[in-house]
C-alpha cells in the first residue's frame, strides 16, 4: 500500500494510521476469511493433514499452533497459549481431538506432530480412536539425530573448539575487523538451538580456514596483547593443529549427508513424503562411502527404526 502511494508520486497521501487499523484491517481480514473457507471447501473432497507445532519463546511463553494441509494450500487455524498447562499426552490428544472435531473427523487423513514424547504418546492415542495415520516431522527427526551426534563426547570438543575460535572473535572488536578485512565476511556462530547450525557453523569456519590463519601468523597478531592471553594462546594453537582440523572436515562431511536430507524434507516446494525412505537409503549409503563410524549408523538407524519409519512413507509405491 505505501509502496502503491509512493508509485503515484507527489499528492498521494498514504492512508492514516486510523484508516490502517481500522477500515483497510476490515477488508484484509474478509478477504482472509473468504480465502481461508474457500480451502475449507476443499476438505470434504480432498481430505486434509494436521500439523501441530510447539514453540516457547524467550518470556517462556508456550505456544501450540495448528495448521491444516490440503491438496497443496496450508492454511494457520488457530493458536493455544498452553503456559500454564502441563503437556502431557493428555493435554496433547485433548487439544488435537477438538482440531479433528472441528475440521471434520471424516476430513482427516493425517495428523503430524514433533518428536516429543507427549506428541508421540496421544498420536499413537489417537491413531486407535480415528481412522487416521499419526506421522512424527521429518525434518524433526533429522534435528534430532544431528542432535544425538553432537552429544557424543568426542563430537561435542569438537563443536565446543570451534565455538571458542567463533567467540574469542567476536568478543574483540579489533580481531573481529581484521577477521572481516581478511576473510571478506562473517563466519556463521553455531546456534543455541537447532542442531543443525552446528554443521552451517562448522562448514563456514572450514571454508574461512585459510585466511584466519593469516590472521594469526601475522605481525599484527603477534605483537597484539591478546596473543598473549591464555585463551589467545589456546585458539591460536587450535588454529595450526592439523588433527584438529582432518576431525572438522570428517565431521562436516557427515553433517553434510544429513543436513542435504533436512534441506528436502523442510522444503515447501513440493510434498516430499513419498521420497522419506529413498532420502534415508541414499544418506546411509552415502554415509558408507564417506567410511563412517558405526555409531553414527547407529543413531541414524535408531531414530529412523523408532520414529521415523512409517508405512505411509510407502504409500505411493502401491
Not at 122 to 128: E, I, Q, R, Y
Not at 202 to 223: H, P, T
Request: proline share 3%; aromatic share 10%; glycine share 6%.
Amino acid at each position: 500500500m505505501i509502496f502503491g502511494a509512493q508509485q503515484a508520486g507527489m499528492g498521494i497521501e498514504p492512508p492514516s494510521p486510523y484508516e490502517i487499523k481500522s477500515k483497510y484491517l476490515e477488508m484484509e481480514y474478509k478477504d482472509m476469511e473468504a480465502y481461508v473457507n474457500l480451502q475449507r471447501e476443499k476438505w470434504e473432497t480432498y481430505e486434509c493433514t494436521i500439523m501441530c507445532d510447539g514453540w516457547t519463546g524467550p518470556t517462556r511463553l508456550s505456544i501450540i499452533n495448528f495448521m491444516v494441509y490440503s491438496k497443496g494450500s496450508t492454511i494457520f487455524l488457530k493458536s493455544v497459549d498452553a503456559s500454564d498447562k502441563i503437556k502431557d499426552n493428555k493435554y496433547i490428544y485433548g487439544l488435537l481431538k477438538d482440531v479433528i472435531k472441528e475440521v471434520g473427523e471424516a476430513n482427516v487423513v493425517q495428523i503430524v506432530t514433533d518428536n516429543g514424547s507427549a506428541f508421540v504418546k496421544a498420536g499413537k492415542l489417537l491413531m486407535k480412536k480415528y481412522n487416521l495415520y499419526w506421522t512424527p516431522c521429518a525434518a524433526h527427526c533429522i534435528d534430532l539425530m544431528f542432535e544425538d551426534i553432537g552429544k557424543r563426547d568426542s563430537v561435542a570438543q569438537l563443536i565446543g573448539n570451534g565455538r571458542k575460535i567463533t567467540n574469542f572473535i567476536y568478543n574483540h572488536g579489533w580481531l573481529l575487523a581484521k577477521m572481516r578485512q581478511v576473510c571478506g565476511g562473517d563466519i556463521v556462530r553455531p546456534g543455541a538451538t537447532r542442531f543443525a547450525t552446528n554443521y552451517i557453523a562448522l562448514e563456514s569456519l572450514l571454508k574461512k580456514r585459510a585466511n584466519l590463519k593469516k590472521v594469526f601468523i601475522s605481525n599484527e597478531w603477534s605483537s597484539h596483547k591478546l596473543s598473549r592471553t591464555v585463551v589467545g594462546h589456546e585458539v591460536e594453537r587450535l588454529m595450526f593443529d592439523h588433527q584438529y582440523w582432518e576431525k572438522m572436515e570428517k565431521l562436516v562431511s557427515i553433517y553434510e549427508a544429513l543436513y542435504t536430507v533436512l534441506r528436502i524434507v523442510d522444503s515447501e516446494v513440493v510434498p516430499t513424503m513419498p521420497f522419506v525412505y529413498e532420502l534415508i537409503r541414499l544418506m546411509k549409503a552415502n554415509l558408507d562411502q564417506l567410511k563412517a563410524k558405526e555409531w553414527v549408523k547407529l543413531i541414524i538407524a535408531d531414530r529412523w527404526d523408532r520414529t521415523l519409519k512409517h508405512p505411509l512413507h510407502a504409500a505411493h509405491t502401491i
